[in-house]
C-alpha cells in the first residue's frame, strides 16, 4: 500500500482525508508548511504527495497579493520541484474553481467547460493558477503531477457556505423562488476521485464535482427534511426587477446564482455511479 504524505496540519479536508486513507489502509503522514523544517527532510519515502496546504480567503483579513504569492505560489512551486528531486511518483494539487473568476449569475446559465478562459479576479485565485502553469512543468514519465479545482466542498462539521445554508434551513421555511444549478461535491465523493488518481497515477487536471448540480432551495428543503422539520418550503415570487438587483449582491449570488462545471469538462472518464447522491450526502452531513 502507497505512503502518502498530505499538507496542511489542521485543515478539513486534509482531517476527512487522512481518516479516508487510513481507513483504506494508506499509510498517511502529515506536514506543516509554516516555517522551513520541511526543507530539511527526505520525501524519498513516500509515493504520493497531496499539497493542501494555502492561503485562502479570509484567512488573513490583510493579507495582500504577495502574501497568497508566497504560500500558493512560490511555496507550491519549491514543495513540487523538491518531490520530484527526491524520487516521489505523484504530486496532487488541490486548487480552485477561482481560476476561472466567475462568481456565479443569476440571471442567466454560468458554465465553465474546457473551453472556458481562465481570468482569476482575486489574489487567491490568480496565485493558484500560477502555480498551476509552473508545477505542470515538472511533470514527466516518472512524475505525476495532478491538478484538482473542486467546487464548494460540503461534509459533516465542514467550514464555510453550506454550513450557513443549514442554519438558514433551521431558521426558516420562506425562501424566494429562484431556481439555479451550482457545481459542489461532498468530501466522500470527493475522495473517491482522489482515490482513483491514487489508484491510477496520471497527470492531468480534474474538476470534481457531484453527479447532480445542487438547486439551493431543494437543498434548503432537503436539509429541513432531515432535520425533522417541515420538509416543504414556502417559495416567495420574485418579480425580474427585483432578481436583477439581487444579482448584484454578493451574498445572493453566492447562494443562488448559476455556477457550473460542464458534465464533459474532463477528458478522464470518473465513474459517478459510485457517487453518493445528493439526498444520501445530505444526511451524511446532519447526522
Avoid at 505512503?3 to 482531517?15: A, C, D, M, Q, S
Avoid at 511555496?75 to 477561482?98: C, G, H, Y
Avoid at 473551453?115 to 512543468?137: D, M, Q, V, W
Wanted: glycine share 6%.
Amino acid at each position: 500500500m502507497k505512503n502518502i504524505l498530505i499538507t496542511g496540519e489542521n485543515g478539513y479536508v486534509g482531517n476527512q482525508f487522512q481518516y479516508l486513507m487510513e481507513k483504506d489502509g494508506f499509510k498517511v503522514e502529515r506536514i506543516g508548511l509554516k516555517n522551513d523544517d520541511w526543507k530539511h527532510q527526505s520525501f524519498s519515502k513516500y509515493d504520493v504527495i497531496i499539497h493542501l496546504a494555502a492561503l485562502v480567503h479570509n484567512n488573513q483579513a490583510n493579507a495582500k497579493i504577495i502574501d497568497y504569492m508566497k504560500v500558493n505560489f512560490h511555496l507550491t512551486k519549491e514543495l513540487a520541484k523538491k518531490a520530484k528531486k527526491d524520487k516521489v511518483n505523484q504530486f496532487i494539487f488541490f486548487s480552485t474553481m477561482s481560476v476561472f473568476g466567475l462568481n456565479g449569475s443569476l440571471l442567466e446559465k454560468c458554465e465553465i467547460n474546457q473551453f472556458t478562459p481562465y481570468n482569476p479576479s482575486t489574489a487567491y485565485g490568480h496565485s493558484k493558477l500560477l502555480a498551476e502553469k509552473e508545477i505542470r512543468k515538472l511533470e514527466n514519465d516518472t512524475f505525476v503531477v495532478n491538478v484538482v479545482r473542486p467546487p464548494m466542498i460540503y461534509g459533516k462539521e465542514a467550514p464555510g457556505n453550506f454550513l450557513r445554508l443549514i442554519k438558514v434551513a433551521n431558521i426558516s421555511r420562506i425562501f424566494p423562488r429562484l431556481k439555479n444549478e451550482r457545481s459542489v461535491i461532498h468530501i466522500d465523493n470527493l475522495y473517491k476521485d482522489l482515490l482513483s488518481l491514487v489508484e491510477n497515477p496520471m497527470s492531468g487536471t480534474i474538476h470534481p464535482q457531484n453527479s447532480e448540480y445542487m438547486n439551493t432551495n431543494t437543498a434548503l428543503s432537503l436539509i429541513r427534511k432531515h432535520q425533522g422539520k417541515r420538509e416543504r418550503i414556502i417559495e416567495l415570487p420574485v418579480p425580474k426587477v427585483m432578481k436583477a438587483l439581487l444579482g448584484k449582491i454578493g451574498i445572493i449570488n453566492k447562494i443562488y446564482g448559476n455556477l457550473t462545471y460542464s458534465k464533459t469538462i474532463d477528458l478522464r472518464k470518473v465513474n459517478r455511479n459510485q457517487y453518493d447522491s445528493f439526498e444520501q450526502t445530505i444526511i451524511k452531513t446532519l447526522k
